[in-house]
């Protein structure tokens, strides 16, 4: 009698923990590449991040840069930036291991510095992917961009909401059919 308590207590914590397990969210490796088509006289150096988040947030200050002519115009128009990720892969709903986010940014010149702004319209934009190894949604910004002439300014943006599912482990799915297979025997006593 007391064996089979203990089996029990034992069992249902086991059930617990793998079941906790199997629920978890886990971080998020993002990663890819920029490119852009600015007006005449304003240039863009691609850039490439990748990392993991924490908390489901992570930083990136490398998503390429602008550089303003040192000569005075009056810059206007629309600039373009695309973010394609590499990782995570498998964008829900479609067959692409990579997915873009199109970036629309409004130029305006300011008439006293002859400096730039790059003012994003859509500046936020959230996806969701499902792949082999499970699946998940992460919320991408892009800051806004001032440059002034002559010089260069370093694109920054960041991920966050980022949560990932991991497909459960067969094993742990195995195991966690055959505890709960043994539940009913738990309640039955020893006749004598």
Known sequence: MKLARVFGIFLVVAVAVLASAVARADELTVAGVTSS??????????????????????AFSNLGSYSLSSTPATYSGVVSLQVAFTLPAGIAGGNSTTFVANLIGNVTTDPISGGVTIAFTNATQTFTFSNA???????????????????TTTVSGFVSNASFTPVP?????????????????????KSS
């Open 133 to 151: 190894s499970g699946s998940g949604s992460f919320t991408f910004t892009v800051n806004n961009v001032s440059i002034n002439p002559g010089g």
């Open 37 to 58: 088509n600015p007006p005449s006289g304003i240039t863009f150096l691609p850039g490439s991040f990748s990392g993991l988040t924490s908390g489901g947030f992570a």
């Open 169 to 189: 482990e067969a094993s742990s799915a195995l195991l966690l059919g055959t505890g709960l297979l043994l539940v009913p025997f738990l309640g039955l006593k």
